[in-house]
């Protein structure tokens, strides 16, 4: 009887161990893996990246500029070193402690900063589960309160370059090893470059390093520097390894104009995700409904400048499409600025992805962008021209108009209506009078004048005549016509073949309808 009472004990002794063994075997598979430990600095603020290999459980907490983040069923990999040093904004350093698998944690050692963010990212598109801090340097500015431009830089047309992707988001990466976000940042740096020599121009970048800018940032770059113009700068990437040239994308609200362009879009949608923004997955839906009610103008003004920059860009580079195509972009869904996106070549391609790694090419490409922008403003300068190239027609000079024995053109470019103007001072401040004004932008007197609209202005200078009399021809539009098109095709402005056909800036153009064209 004894022995069969120590023989249940023996068997409960040793399914209890087993328990107690499987649990602590159990425990320790559980245990989530902190595997790397990355930094960076951008303009505004420094972040620190955890990586781990599961979902984190954590805490944090701020005493005497010491951050202490803790994790729970964790260890550190044991290659970290104890201590990693930090030469950035914000922090000088981190300590590792208490590395035993059920509790880890890291001091972080801050310098100055107006606040930190601390926040999980889910594991996404090959990125692991990761705790980030954002360690903030300084206040948001209220655009209200930022400082007037200084006059001189009131004169200049801004023109918005916006490197895609950045930091967490390496965009598309090529066979050989090339990110995406380096080279576009190369060629945005370039057309700045290009953009900066032209006389009554400056460029502003949305980065200036290898850091990631949501798109809420980048838009707002562009609104509070006033931009006229914006332009995301990419490039592609294709399964087909063949796949090549350079292609130029507006944005669409009724959805993509083919699938390649709605595949492009969802992917380049998803780069807040990927770039580490604190809920980077949901996107503002109500600003559909604002950009139904006020975008067509400024879309049908982005299509206007697409196919010019298409034209350029032909010159200097093979085309993937002959035409823009468009996509419901995130980064393009600015209600008052002309903006398109640019892919730039094909990194998936191997030949394509050695161009961009070349000085030479980048160059090129941003000549190409900065003549785009000379003529899409209605000027002609010599640093807007690409070396070895004929500048495409547009608005010409007065002078060329004499060269080749044509009529004298208007001159126009656009202005963007501030705080305190009116269409009288509008006038006297780019030389011209009144009527001419009103009969450019085909206004009356009694017309609000909105902030931020973009209203037809004459070149300061250049003394604005009758569009030449000619005998006109009516044409059936064609699929991939554009005004600019159309006028380039028959050595007139923009403005001309509006006036021609009673059209105003809203109008869009359609395939199978019938406009006056000049014999």
Not at 54 to 81: C, H, M, Q
Not at 399 to 428: C, H
Not at 450 to 466: D, E, N, Q
Request: glycine share 6%; net charge positive; proline share 5%.
């Amino acid at each position: 009887m004894l022995s069969r009472q120590a023989h249940k004990i023996r068997q409960i002794f040793f399914a209890l161990l087993i328990i107690a063994v499987l649990l602590w075997t159990g425990r320790g598979l559980a245990a989530t893996e902190i595997s790397n430990v990355r930094y960076w600095a951008a303009p505004d603020h420094t972040r620190v990246v955890f990586d781990l290999s599961g979902e984190p459980d954590y805490r944090y907490s701020i005493s005497d500029n010491i951050l202490v983040l803790e994790f729970n069923d964790a260890f550190f990999i044991k290659t970290l070193a104890q201590e990693m040093p930090i030469d950035k904004p914000g922090i000088s350093r981190i300590v590792f402690t208490k590395n035993d698998g059920a509790f880890c944690r890291a001091e972080l050692f801050l310098t100055e900063y107006f606040k930190v963010e601390v926040f999980k990212l889910k594991k996404f598109m090959g990125k692991p589960d990761r705790v980030v801090v954002d360690i903030i340097l300084q206040q948001a500015v209220d655009e209200a309160v930022l400082p007037e431009p200084p006059p001189e830089a009131l004169k200049k047309r801004v023109i918005v370059i916006d490197p895609g992707h950045g930091g967490e988001d390496p965009g598309a990466i090529g066979r050989n090893g090339t990110y995406e976000k380096h080279v576009v940042l190369a060629i945005s740096r370039e057309i700045k470059k290009e953009i900066d020599k032209m006389p009554g121009y400056r460029a502003i970048l949305t980065r200036d390093g290898d850091y990631y800018v949501s798109f809420k940032n980048r838009l707002d770059t562009a609104r509070r520097a006033n931009a006229d113009l914006f332009i995301s700068v990419h490039a592609d990437a294709a399964r087909n390894r063949q796949a090549r040239g350079s292609s130029v994308y507006c944005l669409s609200t009724r959805g993509a104009s083919n699938e390649a362009a709605r595949l492009l879009a969802n992917n380049e949608n998803l780069s807040d995700i990927i770039g580490g923004v604190p809920n980077g997955e949901s996107s503002n839906q109500s600003d559909e409904i604002v950009l139904n009610m006020f975008q067509t103008h400024t879309i049908n003004m982005s299509k206007t400048y697409a196919s010019d920059l298409l034209d350029q860009l032909g010159r200097v580079h093979c085309l993937k499409y002959p035409v823009f195509h468009e996509a419901p972009f995130r980064v393009l869904k600015l209600l008052d600025i002309p903006a398109i996106l640019l892919e730039t070549a094909y990194i998936s391609n191997a030949e394509e992805e050695m161009l961009l790694k070349k000085t030479s090419f980048r160059k090129t490409i941003a000549q190409a962008v900065a003549a785009s922008v000379g003529n899409f403003f209605g000027i002609t300068t010599a640093g807007a021209a690409i070396a070895g190239s004929p500048m495409p027609p547009g608005n010409i000079s007065v002078r060329a108009a004499k060269r080749q024995n044509t009529p004298e053109t208007v001159q126009t470019s656009l202005y963007s209506v501030r705080r305190g103007d009116n269409l009288s001072a509008i006038a006297r401040k780019h030389g011209t009078s009144l009527q001419v004004l009103l009969d450019l932008n085909k206004m009356k007197m009694n017309d609000k004048l909105l902030v931020g609209r973009k209203i037809i202005v004459p070149v300061p200078g250049v003394p604005p005549s009758a569009v030449p009399q000619k005998q006109l021809k009516k044409y059936k539009v064609k699929d991939g016509d554009t005004l600019f098109s159309l006028a380039r095709s028959c050595s007139i402005t923009v403005d001309e073949l509006r006036r021609l056909n009673n059209m105003s800036e809203n109008d869009v153009l359609l395939s199978g309808s019938r406009i006056n064209l000049p014999e």
